[in-house]
């Protein structure tokens, strides 16, 4: 295939490209450039599913160098999911920050946002370690950027924190990789696979461990959580849904490639290791959900959810070697909760944006006067509760049978209780909402948004619980994905 | 697709779309939504019926979509399936009628005719799911989809209830979620079988199987409000009287009765239950029940409480007669999950009128009513003896197979439960009876909102519904050997359960 032709490459050089011209141009265009950018990211993605659906995986070596010398970019199943997910959500945001920033862009959101994408795909596609870390580094810095665009004193010091927190996260990771190549004298994924063995050298296990950790730290499990609350919570409603929806689900994806891949043979050495994880994904599930229940502001609400769902998909790591469930299991939550929480952040924002109030007590009646929102809001948050028939039920459905067929009915329990959990801080805003405004009745009504505010919400939302219904081309694509 | 196919689904969707479309309308639509729901509900009647002639006849309809492996969606319009669909789908048209009469100025109709058709729907898809993943999909979607309902009023008490709706519910959901999984862990996917589905599979440790039961009775429990799972609906009770009608006679308390069906005849199967020593514990906790909702309602002032505990008490009646092994006893709790229905939905619409014609919410109040209302009150006495089970009415039809199949089970004890709680039932009746129809009417009613007109002692929509249920009340009983009664249907589906079990 000629390489101008490569969906691959382009995912990565067509958002780097419009960010660019994004950078330079006028801010009015940026919503333009983005549009067309994302649209054409996602026919690339649609391209590659074609090839990857006949051929299992599609690699390629940029500039044609063999490995270890060559950068290698590589498809499969996986990252082919994560890929869509990446641009059908971002697609259905820039459509709502075009309307939610009609009168004042941030400065650089749109660039911003454009070398987001290009770091997150091409971190989707990359099969070498030290790649791997540039676009961690890429994908950090600009949503660094992004939430401190926001301008607020309290965003930039979010922002500081989430710096400090992201940049340690790849310093340790960095850390490991040069460990790693100091022990086998390459980066490569795929050889590292072969290479590393349960009778490692010491560096190796503590490469495996920084690498890790500090993936940990970027995806905000507990207890590096600390971070995600001020940074989701107070930036633009476009930017939460951006970061909590897909930046965190970056790093979970590169911690189960490397579970997965090259440190397989240190992790399957120690089958205890793996309840580390789950332990505290159960922990981030009780805690998150707790301070969910109990949060004053609607955006902080939604990002302490994050904080506990983000919990479910590290409940599957014990459960891996049981067969393709725990993995089907865990995609599928990171699917429908990129899809839930994206609709979740906008709906949020649109009911704060019209309502006047960030506080959850700012919802009362917006039943009556923004129901698409507050329906939007509703749908997702069926699927965080994992109801019926949404793809966070289909998840917690097959997270349940992996567990039982594990062994480890721990998991059943965690997961069952923080489905209630859930309910509690859903139904907590849902019933405010339907609450009949009381004493002043003569506030006028507020103005309705612009429909699109509303629509690309609930498009979100519809898709998150549709999902559970038409999951089998999904859970065929990671099919080939073996544990 | 073969109409066989389609079908099941043509009755989903009969309620469906027209629910989707309603919740686009403007407020100002009246005409139009009137249309739509009315369109609706006729279209279903219509579909069921097609339905009823085909199973009658001995055709299958079903439907089977994959969404994972191993996991599907199933439809199955089986002769169980269209005892609650049929149920369903009259009371609805009925409830309908009544709900646009109910509510012809309040606020928010679009948004309640919407979640009133979801209900609906899910109610059809729990009726016909064809394996416990499809029940349990639409169980849930029923939780949610009435929970707008409930709270719709928007008041403090209405929220309130609300929230405990919501707790009981998304926590049987739980219960039942873990049960769901756990038998599809054990032994593959829970298809409803004729006869029982784990009966025909060797090697399953029987004290796992006890447990999974408890768990699967507990998630459908709440929604049947056995007790001690029944907090809920007497708090629900706020909502608006064309709601409680479908709590308490068109679709949560039936879907958790109905749950409850299935699993023991379908999934554990009436014999397999019985050899692991299910059925006896479940019966007492319907005597149980029976007695505990009964004596509450003795001592409620506020009508509708009363009736609620009435309810409790009574689809405990349905509990029972599946606990009771035998034919005769499923063919008791079978014709009662109608008769429960019809009778309740008289009650609760009766109930309505008199608070929005006149403002009475307490029985207190009620002295003399039966002058100023008759049609009405003459309704609400004839669902409240049915409720005694006197001669003549649907209850005394399901009485009276109950205590035959107490007896043909050997359980005696049963017949003394059920003739306490008629006598129960007959004490805190009989006084609403009395101050009706003998004592002197007010000089003033609390709060008189539809004035007399003529013969019209209230809006016609508010009347009629009523009216006809109350005249079901008593055809069902005096037509009850006629081959088209609920009770031909319930001796149909108890021939072909324990025909089945006898091969």
């Known amino acids: ?483 | 697709m073969t109409s066989n196919q389609w079908l099941p689904l043509a009755v989903i969707a009969s309620s469906l779309l027209p629910g989707l479309i309603i919740f686009a309308l403007p407020e100002k639509r009246v005409a139009l939504r009137t249309a739509l729901n009315l369109a609706g509900a006729l279209a279903k009647a219509g579909l069921v019926g097609l339905l009823i002639a085909g199973v009658a006849a001995g055709e299958e309809y079903g439907l089977r979509h994959a969404i994972a492996p191993g996991i599907e969606i199933v439809f199955k319009a089986d002769a169980l399936a269209l005892l609650f669909v049929t149920l369903s789908a009259v009371l609805w048209l009925f409830t309908t009628l009544y709900a646009i009469g109910y509510l012809e100025h309040a606020p928010h109709r679009s948004r309640f005719f919407g979640f009133f058709s979801l209900c609906v729907t899910a109610t059809m898809g729990i009726a016909m799911a064809g394996n416990l993943f499809t029940f349990f999909v639409f169980y849930e979607l029923l939780t949610l989809a009435t929970f707008p309902l409930v709270v719709h009023r928007g008041t403090p008490q209405a929220m309130r209830g609300g929230s405990i709706y919501l707790a009981y519910t998304l926590a049987g959901g739980a219960a039942l979620l873990a049960g769901i999984v756990w038998l599809d862990h054990l032994a593959g996917p829970g298809e409803f079988t004729q006869g029982g589905l784990l009966a025909t599979i060797p090697g399953l440790d029987p004290l796992t199987l006890q447990l999974i039961f408890a768990l699967l009775i507990a998630g459908v429990g709440v929604k049947a409000a056995i007790v001690p799972l029944h907090g809920w609906l007497p708090q629900a009770m706020v909502a608006p009287a064309p709601v409680s009608a479908l709590l308490h006679a068109v679709a949560v308390v039936k879907a958790g009765a109905f749950g409850i069906v299935r699993i023991v005849y379908e999934i554990y199967g009436v014999e397999f239950a019985q050899s692991l020593g299910l059925l006896l514990p479940l019966a007492i906790i319907a005597a149980v029940t029976i007695l505990w909702g009964s004596t509450r309602a003795l001592f409620q002032n506020d009508l509708k409480k009363r009736l609620a505990f009435s309810t409790v008490s009574q689809v405990s009646y349905i509990v029972l007669g599946v606990a009771l092994f035998g034919p005769l006893g499923t063919i008791g709790g079978l014709v009662h999950l109608v008769h429960q229905g019809i009778m309740k939905i008289t009650l609760f619409f009766c109930a309505g009128n008199y608070a929005e014609t006149l403002g009475i919410h307490k029985v207190s109040e009620m002295n003399g009513v039966g002058r100023r209302m008759p049609l009405t009150t003459l309704a609400f006495t004839i669902g409240a003896l049915g409720m005694m089970g006197a001669p003549l009415t649907a209850g005394a039809v399901s009485k009276a197979w109950l205590s035959d199949g107490a007896s043909a089970a050997g359980m005696d004890w049963a017949i003394w439960v059920l003739w306490g709680s008629s006598l129960l039932n007959a004490a805190y009746f009989l006084p609403i009876l009395h101050r009706a129809w003998i004592k002197l009417p007010p000089p003033d009613w609390p709060h008189e909102e539809i004035h007399p007109l003529g013969r019209r002692e209230t809006a016609w929509l508010l009347l009629l519904p009523p009216l006809f249920t109350a005249a079901m009340t008593l055809g069902v009983a005096l037509f009850a050997d006629s081959s088209i009664s609920p009770l031909a249907w319930a001796r149909l589906i108890a021939d072909r359960e324990y025909l089945n079990m006898a091969e």
């Open chain 1, 1 to 483: 295939m000629s390489p101008l032709l490569d969906p691959l490459a382009w995912l990565i050089l067509l958002p780097l490209l419009w960010a660019t011209l994004a950078f330079v141009a006028a801010d009015r265009h940026g919503p333009a450039l983005a549009l067309a950018g994302i649209g054409a990211q996602l026919l690339c993605v649609i391209a590659l599913a074609g090839d990857v659906a006949s051929h299992g995986s599609n690699g390629h070596l940029a500039g044609g160098w063999a490995e270890p010398l060559g950068i290698r970019l590589v498809a499969d199943g996986l990252s082919l999911v994560m890929l869509l997910l990446t641009q059908g959500v971002a697609l259905a945001l820039a459509l709502y920050a075009r309307s939610y920033f009609s009168r004042a862009t941030p400065p650089a959101f749109w660039p911003l946002t454009g070398f987001l994408l290009a770091g997150m795909n091409a971190l989707f596609l990359s099969g070498d370690l030290f790649n791997l870390y540039v676009t961690l580094e890429l994908v950090g810095l600009a949503a660094v950027g992004l939430v401190a665009a926001g301008g607020g004193a309290a965003q930039i010091a979010a922002a500081l924190r989430y710096l400090l927190a992201t940049l340690v996260g790849s310093g340790a990771y960095l850390f490991g990789v040069a460990l790693i190549y100091g022990s086998y004298g390459t980066v490569s994924a795929s050889l590292l696979g072969t290479l590393i063995t349960a009778e490692a050298p010491l560096a190796v296990w503590l490469a495996g461990g920084l690498m890790l950790t500090g993936l940990l730290l970027k995806t905000a499990l507990l207890p590096f959580h600390f971070w995600l609350p001020p940074a989701h919570g107070g930036a633009p409603a476009p930017v939460s849904a951006l970061l909590s929806a897909l930046v965190v689900k970056a790093s979970f994806y590169l911690f189960l490639r490397l579970w997965l891949g090259p440190f397989a043979a240190l992790t399957e050495a120690l089958p205890g290791l793996a309840q580390v994880p789950a332990a505290l994904g159960a922990a981030a599930i009780l805690w998150g959900s707790w301070r969910a229940i109990r949060a004053d502001r609607l955006k902080m609400l939604v990002a302490y959810s994050t904080v506990a769902q983000l919990g479910y998909l590290f409940l599957i790591f014990p459960l891996l070697g049981t067969g393709a469930l725990a993995l089907q299991a865990g995609i599928l939550q990171a699917t429908a909760h990129g899809l839930a929480k994206a609709a979740m952040f906008v709906a949020a924002g649109t009911l704060i944006k019209v309502g006047g109030s960030d506080r959850v007590l700012g919802v009362a009646g917006a039943a009556a006067h923004l129901p698409v929102s507050l329906f939007a809001f509703a749908l997702a948050g069926v699927t965080l509760m994992g109801l019926p028939p949404s793809g966070g039920f289909l998840a917690k459905w097959l997270l349940i049978d992996a567990a039982l067929a594990a062994g480890q009915p721990w998991i059943v329990v965690v997961a069952l209780s923080g489905g209630l959990l859930a309910g509690i801080y859903v139904f907590r805003v849902l019933r405010l909402a339907f609450r009949r405004p009381t004493a002043h009745d003569d506030v006028p009504l507020p103005q309705r948004p612009a429909a699109l505010l509303e629509w690309t919400a609930f498009a979100l939302a519809a898709g998150s619980v549709l999902i559970g219904l038409g999951a089998a081309p999904l859970l065929a694509l990671i099919a080939g994905v073996q544990p």
